[in-house]
């Protein structure tokens, strides 16, 4: 038997929930190198993996953060420090399939970078595609670059959508835990601390995901996601509220039939088949156990207690900046309130009213994406100390 020739693969955002599954997940594999690391700020936490897995590279993308910690001697690892040497990995020709794991748009360029490069992509920053959907798209096909979705929602959508029409898709569901605030009232919402808010009944994520869980712009962000990976309209996207996790995603065909795709709670699984791709491989991933009795929960969401899904439609329609505003809103949004400067409802008003209030391109650059990035963070500003 042939053995299978070794594949490297460069993890940036090595030390964030994802990133940490996914060296879990490289290393069950046989043919699989973890040949760059990378981190931003948690560099002690970056220095033990380098010590236990002895990357080629490994990445401090903050200098600042970097001056004040000291890296481990190890003679396997290169240590690089700053943002551009994220690029450098993410492009390297000994790279195979680049992990974009880096939360928010600070991920942007390096992933661009791994899909210019003609990389198989294992896609778990979403922002690229709220950002960039139709230039990362069409880039993308330019360079033979594969993007394989790590979210858990649009892995169980490709995995459904494998070998079938796109034209007989009659619409893609995604699943939403419903977050910590599921059965909360209006009054509870407004009362809703930092605390609270991190608090999720399912999974373990970093704070930024987990309160864009708690206002649902996770899933609106997602939903935009969708729009441009799958190529849909929005229309054919919807979203249901569904509290155990196990159904990640389904597609319902123009017939009435409804494919899902079902597994624990676990990120290794996704992790898993993006790396892996169009293999299937066994890993350290949870099972079902169907000889234990469960049940299966599915309700409408309530776009009152949640409007943030409302914006992730708006947004995926219309495209254009509308993504790049939206997403640097939110995150800017979030970040004042985890400092205790805005109220948790206030999340999503200030976003709303940040979208509403800027200047539309419907065929940006990527230049211009960024420039209202950052227009957007600045408005955001404006709009708490308003």
């Known amino acids: 038997m042939t053995k299978k020739p070794m594949r490297k693969i460069a993890i940036l955002g090595s030390t964030g929930s994802i990133g940490t599954n996914a060296i879990q997940v490289v290393n069950s594999l046989d043919n699989y190198e973890l ?20 990357p080629a590279f490994a990445v401090a993308s903050d200098p600042e953060t970097a001056r004040k910690s000291t890296f481990p001697d190890v003679d396997e690892t290169d240590f690089l420090i700053g943002h551009d040497h994220l690029e450098t990995i993410a492009s390297h020709p000994d790279v195979d399939v680049v992990l974009a794991a880096i939360v928010g748009a600070a991920g942007l360029r390096s992933t661009w970078a791994a899909i210019e490069s003609g990389k198989q992509v294992a896609l778990a920053n979403k922002e690229t595609l709220v950002v960039a959907g139709p230039l990362a798209m069409s880039l993308a096909k330019q360079r033979n670059a594969t993007i394989l979705p790590v979210d858990s929602e649009h892995s169980a ?13 009659r619409k893609v569901i995604l699943t939403a835990s419903g977050g910590p605030f599921r059965n909360a009232s209006m009054d509870e919402l407004r ?10 009944p399912t999974w ?3 704070p930024k995901i987990t309160v864009d869980s708690a206002t649902m712009m996770n899933k609106s962000l997602e939903l935009i996601e969708a729009r441009w990976l799958f190529d849909l309209p929005a229309e054919k996207i919807e979203v249901v509220i569904h509290p155990q996790s196990i159904v ?21 699984l996704p992790i898993l088949y993006a790396l892996t791709y ?25 776009f009152e207690k949640f409007p943030a899904l409302l914006l992730g439609s708006e947004v995926a329609r219309n495209g254009g900046t509308t993504g790049a505003v939206l997403n640097a809103a939110n995150e800017a949004a979030v970040a004042a ?9 206030d999340i999503t ?16 650059t990527l230049d211009q994406l960024i420039s209202m990035d950052l227009w957007a963070r600045k408005e955001i500003n404006k709009w708490i100390a308003a």
């Open 35 to 54: 040949f760059a690391l990378s981190a931003h700020s948690k560099l002690q936490v970056l220095g033990e993996q380098v010590i236990a897995n002895r």
């Open 157 to 169: 959508i490709f995995q459904a959508l494998n070998g079938e029409n796109p034209k007989n898709i």
């Open 191 to 200: 009362c809703a601390t930092v605390k609270s808010a991190l608090n999720h």
């Open 204 to 206: 373990q994520m970093g």
């Open 248 to 268: 990640h995603s389904l597609v319902e065909f123009v017939d009435g039939s409804v494919m899902a795709q079902l597994s624990p709670p676990d990120m290794k």
């Open 278 to 302: 169009p293999d299937r491989s066994s890993g350290p991933t949870e099972k079902l156990d169907f000889r234990e009795a469960f049940h299966l929960d599915f309700q409408p969401p309530d």
């Open 337 to 345: 309130f985890l400092n205790g400067q805005i109220g948790f409802l």
């Open 349 to 364: 008003r200030a976003c709303r009213d940040v979208l509403k209030q800027h200047d539309f391109d419907p065929s940006p």
